[in-house]
């Protein structure tokens, strides 16, 4: 199944007094690339994180952003700056001293002090944080890969569109190829007529305006084109990442549509031509957006 390259997913769980918010959003991109936003406490579970979205994802810029709360005072440590401490002390002291004042330090007072007393993070479990947290990625990436899928089938039909439209201008090619080739055998050998002076033989001057006529001709373009065509419904019904592959594939078709109006000798074969470069242009525009 197509799936678009843009999705959005959200998810939230709390477990034993730590809660944990995850968003992840996508957007177009050639490669799989990841910006990850998280506490420095889920540092250590990084690759986990991108292994994880890596199984569901295989191409596009994918934000993370990832909140993180242990409300648990069991496990927070409490940090004493003994050192600030006993400059506070000091400083006071001097200060007393200067002004005449009663000292009336104690361990109260210093816990107050900016710097002296801080808490300090829980000492977190990778594993029990891992156990929160896989069940939300699989949440979210459910409900991304559910919107990516939507897009992708509309892309899907959008590009089925094209792909008729091209067929079309193809028939009209179909009808128009054998005229065109009739009609520029018959300007070429009345023009080698007239440079030679009818100095070649009949035959010889048929074989050389012949091989002169098929070099114009448009009919392996046109069936290269209707195999390319082919080609784009297979992509279409295959799953995984098809968007790189369709990308090529459009160059191709862009190619053939050049020749068919490099070669046209005939307004209706450029107006034909030039058709199916806008169609396949739209194609090009479509498939930027497809994993």
Do not use: C
């Not at 361990?107 to 801080?118: C, D, K, P, S, T």
């Not at 031509?273 to 957006?289: M, P, S, Y």
């Amino acid at each position: 199944m197509a799936k678009s390259m843009t999705g959005f997913g959200r998810s939230s769980g709390h477990a034993g007094g730590r809660s944990l918010t995850l968003e992840l959003k996508s957007v177009n991109s050639r490669f799989l690339d990841f910006n990850i936003r998280m506490p420095r406490t889920l540092f250590s579970l990084e690759e986990r994180i991108k292994k994880r979205i890596g199984q569901d994802i295989g191409r596009g810029k994918v934000d993370v952003y990832l909140t993180y709360r242990n409300s648990n005072e069991a496990d927070q440590g409490i940090r004493v700056n003994r050192g600030a401490a006993a400059r506070y002390v000091s400083e006071l002291r001097d200060l007393a001293k200067e002004l005449t004042l009663p000292e009336g330090l104690s361990a109260g007072i210093l816990v107050g002090l900016e710097g002296v007393v801080a808490l300090e993070p829980p000492q977190e479990d990778e594993e029990e944080l891992w156990a929160l947290m896989r069940p939300l990625f699989d949440e979210a990436l459910a409900q991304h890969t559910a919107m990516r899928s939507s897009e992708g089938a509309h892309l899907k039909e959008q590009l089925l569109d094209e792909r008729e439209a091209i067929l079309a201008q193809l028939l009209i090619l179909d009808e128009l190829a054998p005229e065109v080739k009739k009609s520029y055998y018959e300007k070429v050998r009345q023009k080698v007529l007239q440079l030679t002076q009818s100095t070649l033989s009949e035959d010889r001057l048929v074989q050389e305006v012949a091989l002169m006529a098929e070099r114009a001709s448009i009919e392996e373009e046109i069936t290269r084109l209707r195999s390319h065509m082919d080609q784009l419904e297979g992509f279409l019904q295959q799953s995984g990442s098809i968007g790189r592959a369709l990308d090529f594939l459009a160059q191709e078709m862009n190619r053939e549509a050049n020749t068919i109006a490099s070669k046209a000798s005939d307004p209706r074969i450029t107006q034909a031509a030039l058709a199916l470069k806008g169609h396949i242009e739209d194609i090009r525009e479509q498939v930027q957006n497809l994993e």
